[in-house]
């Protein structure tokens, strides 16, 4: 096979979990635009339809999804309506997260288990349904998103049980990858930067963005655009040997 035809993800079948806006939508377009027919999974549905409505202008088939992902029975029920639509899925990727800031010692309990649930625990359950049946299958790729901030203290903003639960993604990406590789299925993640996102905006109060930027060796915050070619990569037979991957791209953030 030609190497830019490893790229190509003609008739395969994915879903993007939190795609309804920010890295998971630019996500979905890439997969789209590579050939994957695409499942936009969000809890808002209207605007995960609205999505998987754009998608198929790119000729592709689309679906959406209306997904809690700390529900274990909702992300069932969103791995086997895809199966059932597709016949199979072979694309995961579990991107759906919250951030919210709180010094380690204000950290309330509810905001602590809020984040995990989703930003943890939610790519865990998500991981284990499209590993289920990937298994079956003999083939998959799964992609989590992860963040710089699992492997840094990000700075000025605080949010301690964030940097944990991406921390754990990663470990979580590394053991289902060895668990998994030996039976076809692969598993890796992706550590953006400081991506502008509208949950970026949110921590984005004050001189935060200029700090980011003086902090980043390429001086500039990414776009959600920079982020596609390393996932259509880690989708694709481009990275047929590559697995339990953290892909950082993040303009250099961590070099310092």
């Excluded at 190497?3 to 998971?24: E, M, N, P, Q, Y």
């Excluded at 998987?52 to 679906?63: H, I, N, P, Q, Y």
């Excluded at 069932?76 to 995961?92: C, H, K, L, P, T």
């Amino acid at each position: 096979m030609a190497l830019l035809d490893r790229f190509r993800l003609t008739g395969r079948a994915a879903v993007v979990t939190g795609g309804a806006s920010g890295i998971g939508e630019s996500f979905a377009f890439a997969l789209a635009e590579a050939g994957s027919n695409v499942a936009v999974a969000d809890r808002n549905g209207g605007r995960a339809r609205h999505v998987a409505e754009r998608l198929e202008a790119l000729g592709v088939e689309s679906m959406s999804l209306e997904v809690d992902v700390t529900s274990q029975e909702q992300v069932q029920s969103m791995v086997a309506e895809i199966a059932d639509r597709w016949g199979r899925v072979d694309i995961g990727v579990n991107n759906a997260g919250i951030a919210l800031k709180a010094k380690a010692e204000d950290m309330t309990e509810a905001d602590w288990d809020a984040t995990i649930a989703v930003d943890l625990k939610g790519v865990f359950l998500c991981t284990q349904a499209e590993g289920r049946l990937m298994l079956d299958q003999g083939a998959g790729s799964i992609i989590n998103t992860a963040s710089m901030s699992g492997r840094i203290v990000n700075r000025p903003q605080l949010h301690v049980a964030y940097n944990a639960a991406k921390a754990g993604v990663v470990q979580l990406t590394r053991n289902c990858a060895a668990e998994w590789g030996s039976r076809g299925v692969r598993v890796n993640c992706i550590s953006p930067g400081h991506t502008l996102t509208p949950m970026t905006a949110l921590n984005m109060d004050g001189s935060n963005g200029e700090i980011w930027k003086s902090n980043t060796p390429m001086g500039r915050l990414g776009l959600a655009r920079d982020l596609q070619g390393g996932l259509v990569y880690l989708a694709s037979d481009a990275s047929s040997y590559v697995t339990g991957h953290n892909l950082t791209i993040d303009g250099g953030y961590t070099l310092w």
